[in-house]
């Protein structure tokens, strides 16, 4: 059974197409941003490759960030 050659300029064409090819396909599956208008302004969807639909509830931000650690470190010791 003979075997194939593989010539480094066939070698460099096979590369680079199937990397253009995985390029290409990663810009089309890409995750974009849709808006459904069954779903009120509190979410966010998103589609991926045209099949896969996700959607993800925001929650608004009410108030600032606590650490326990400034607490204990304010706390005066006597």
């Known amino acids: ?8 300029k066939r070698r460099a064409l096979v ?7 995985c390029a290409a396909f990663l810009r089309v599956a890409a995750p974009k941003p849709v808006s459904i208008a069954e779903l009120s302004s509190e979410w966010q969807c998103n589609k991926t490759a045209f099949v896969l639909t996700t959607c ?23």
Do not use: C, E
């Open 15 to 21: 590369i680079a197409t199937f990397t253009l090819a």
């Open 56 to 78: 993800t509830q925001v929650r608004p931000f009410n108030g600032t960030a606590q650490n326990p650690d400034d607490q204990l470190a304010s706390r005066d010791d006597d």
């Open 1 to 8: 059974m003979a075997g194939t050659r593989w010539t480094g």
